[in-house]
């Protein structure tokens, strides 16, 4: 019986309803005090943000979060296809390294958390994993246009080692190259 994600067999293919039942195995082991100081973290992570910004950032971050950690619970969906082994590794890989380096014990709640949210939201669900009409700086935000997420960052992102980018469906949004 798989209890993480971490335990699944990467050597072989694996499917998005095996991978859903791991993340509701390890959802389920997360409660709503962990969810509280995950939020705490989201909102003193952004004190530095511009103000206007940050209350619209924070609000839909976190509105977003508990509402898909929520969907992740009660998915009861059968989903067709299999996952990118290579990939997911790589995604765990990146986020573990996150964990390791984390010094602060909200940020490892909030870590903990993410680490589901996202890898439902990029492997099961094949969506952003920043969620529809989140600001960026310059009041730019995610957005749904003809089938496709458009994000305004994504090019400035993919470099950056401990973003998820480089994994997200996103695409750049034309509208914001340099």
Partial sequence: MIDKIEELDFSREISKNELLEA??????????????????????????????????????????????????????????????????????????????????????????????????TTFILEASIHPVGTSFPGGFKLKFKNGEYLCPVKDKQLNTPGALCRFCVSKQDPDFHD
């Fill in 23 to 120: 993340l509701k195995k390890e959802a389920s082991k997360i409660h709503m005090h962990d969810i509280m100081l995950a939020s705490a973290f989201i909102q003193e992570d952004a004190k530095y943000m511009q103000a206007g910004y940050r209350e619209d950032f924070v609000e839909t971050f976190i509105k977003a979060f508990i509402n898909r950690f929520k969907d992740i619970r009660e998915d009861k969906t059968r989903y067709e296809g299999y996952v990118d082994t290579k990939k997911l590794r790589e995604f765990i890989k990146v986020l573990e390294t996150q964990m390791e380096e984390s010094k602060i014990k909200q940020e490892l709640y909030f870590l903990r958390l993410a680490k589901i949210v996202s890898i439902y």
